[in-house]
């Protein structure tokens, strides 16, 4: 696929991400012209600093990896990484809330979403799909179109599985046009990455960015 590299949006969200590895993946992101870097809270500043004016957005998480913090403690995690320099927030969505059924889960992500785009910057919601079936899968993602936000992404990286062709059309199916996916999770080879896109991901979340690119 041509300008596949424009889809990846290179990540590394290990708990042991070293100083080192936020050199590295901003060079990947320079050398591979990748649409952005997703590194976790901690080295959004550093990473911001040396993307610099570069045309690589700068993504971070909140709420990251569960997802049941309190919304205040989520709002102030989004005011902080702004303010370091991010340009894209990654909320993983409150599945205790959701599974309950509460109508919390869209406020808050109301919330969030007010937030961001004082900032001019952009909101993707984790709904973690590993956890969902088919009808929470819609009904997940229409609540996000409903809240407002940028994209809808299927994974966090830490759930029993990723990213998966089937959940990304369900996806598709039911979100606006204007609402874009986010495909990420178990994303290693070209063939998979191209697999989503047709199937109607508009943006790859992986840690082989790299790897996919470069294959033949």
Known sequence: MKDLHKYIEQTNLKPTMTAEDVDILVQEAI??????????????????????????QMVTVVGFPLGYQMTEAKIREIEVAIDNGADELDIVMNMSAFKTGMPWTKIELAKCSKLIHEHSCIMKVIIETAYLNNEEIEVASKLCADAGVDFVKTSTGFAPS??????IRLMRSVLPSQVRIKASGGVKTKAQA??????GADRIGTSSGKEIVKED
Request: glycine letters at 6%.
């Open 31 to 56: 050398d591979y012209n990748f649409r952005g870097i997703c590194v976790p809270p901690f080295w959004v500043k550093k990473a911001a600093r040396e993307i610099e004016n570069r045309d690589i």
């Open 194 to 199: 191209i697999e989503l896109i047709q199937a």
């Open 162 to 167: 990723g990213a998966q062709v089937e959940h």
